[in-house]
């Protein structure tokens, strides 16, 4: 079955920088586009970034310029660079494959995502 798997979380200073990784598999990855999510306590769901099967990158202003999303096709994997981070960017972070047939259209509705990893927590606290 679909499966993302996450890993890389922790605790982390301010400033500080953390690498996700989403291992995935039960489909075939090269095909379709993939993305972090990002849930914090009490809020709902917050689109963190995108890339496309053409490698293109796509990320809101509040992480553009300090995150950077990669995939590796050959391992079917994804990952997430995390520099300078804030407190703010505490929140358990999803690897999320995209569904291309979705009725929502924007890579920012976190609704379109049809496969979702259980999650790692990061935590930005000094």
């Known amino acids: 079955q679909v499966q993302p798997v996450e890993s890389g979380g922790g605790l982390v200073q301010p400033g500080g920088s953390l690498r996700l990784s989403c291992a995935a598999s039960?489909?075939?990855?090269?095909?379709?586009?993939m993305g972090w999510v990002r849930q914090a306590p009490g809020k709902g769901p917050e689109w963190v970034s995108t890339?496309?099967?053409?490698?293109?990158?796509y990320y809101p202003t509040s992480v553009k310029g300090r995150f950077t999303i990669s995939r590796d096709n050959a391992n079917n994997s994804l990952n997430l660079q995390m520099d300078s981070l804030k407190p703010e960017d505490t929140a358990v972070y999803y690897c999320?494959?995209?569904?291309?047939?979705?009725?929502?259209?924007?890579?920012?509705?976190?609704?379109?995502?049809?496969?979702w990893g259980q999650g790692t927590q990061v935590t930005v606290s000094s």
């Open positions: 890339i496309n099967t053409g490698d293109i990158p």
């Open positions: 039960g489909f075939t990855f090269s095909t379709y586009d």
């Open positions: 999320v494959k995209d569904n291309p047939l979705s009725y929502y259209s924007d890579y920012a509705d976190t609704r379109r995502y049809d496969y």
